[in-house]
């Protein structure tokens, strides 16, 4: 008796001992992509005005002048689209050194940015480039590419359920893989285009300056999606 009593107690503990089993839910996961093509509708273009350029020709005031004329005369507003980036002034401690300011200007087309390129090179500004290109309303943009991403892992999603006689359910898990926001433009430069103009004959041609076209850019947004998949209809 003592024995039997031993190898049942031991049975029941071993059968306590047992994990006891979870329940895995059935899922399906799913990748849905959106993307668009864009055409930029800002630009920056970074301008130095320097009292060293053409040899010391003009002052930094003189330049100053001049840069007002050209983005005058190219149609910008530049108390709303420029504004000081940096600047090295003559002091009291530091009064014979060469001048200078740069300044960023803002633009909202690729004509724009053309007219004033070439605002600046007749105005003998060499100091002017074209540093990057972004969409204003980017944001915008990925929030509706992210809903069409979304919609897209679903019909995935369903389809493949269907195809094994089931459907989906809930969404239990959402991914999101950010795109990257920023574009960075090919430097567009003035002076070695200003100097190959200034090097000619006046018998020949003056070189044109490259022009400035904004190239579409793409957006792009990813999501993952798990989604329960519902029992086989009977």
């Known amino acids: ?3 039997l009593f031993f190898i049942a107690t031991f049975a029941f503990l071993a ?4 994990p006891a089993q979870t329940k895995t839910e059935a899922s399906v996961d799913v990748t849905g992509r959106a993307k668009v093509k864009v055409v930029p509708d800002r630009a920056e273009i970074e301008i130095t005005i320097n009292e060293n350029d053409l040899k010391g020709k003009y002052s930094l005031n003189e ?5 007002a004329i050209a983005l005058k005369s190219a149609g910008v507003d530049a108390k709303k689209q420029l504004s000081l980036y940096r600047q090295y002034l003559a002091t009291a401690k530091r009064k014979n ?3 200078y300011k ?3 200007l803002e633009v909202y087309t690729a004509e724009e940015a053309q007219n004033v390129m070439d605002a600046l090179v007749e105005n003998e500004i060499s100091g002017g480039r074209l540093t990057k290109v972004w969409l204003a309303d980017r944001e915008a943009v990925s929030d509706s590419l992210k809903v069409e991403a979304i919609k ?3 019909h995935d999603a369903s389809v493949l359920a269907e195809a094994i006689g089931q459907s989906i359910g809930s969404a239990i898990q959402i991914n999101f893989y950010p795109s990257s926001p920023a574009v960075t433009y090919r430097n567009v430069m003035l ?3 200003r100097n190959e103009a200034m090097a000619v004959t006046a018998d020949e041609a003056i070189p044109e300056l490259p022009q400035i076209n904004f190239d579409e850019i793409e957006i792009e947004e990813n999501v993952s999606v798990k989604f329960i998949l519902n029992p086989e209809k009977q």
């Open 1 to 3: 008796m003592k024995k």
């Open 15 to 18: 059968i306590g001992l047992v």
């Open 63 to 67: 330049w100053e002048t001049k840069l």
């Open 97 to 99: 050194i060469k001048q």
């Open 102 to 104: 740069t300044f960023k």
């Open 152 to 154: 897209s892992a679903k």
């Open 191 to 193: 002076k070695s285009a």
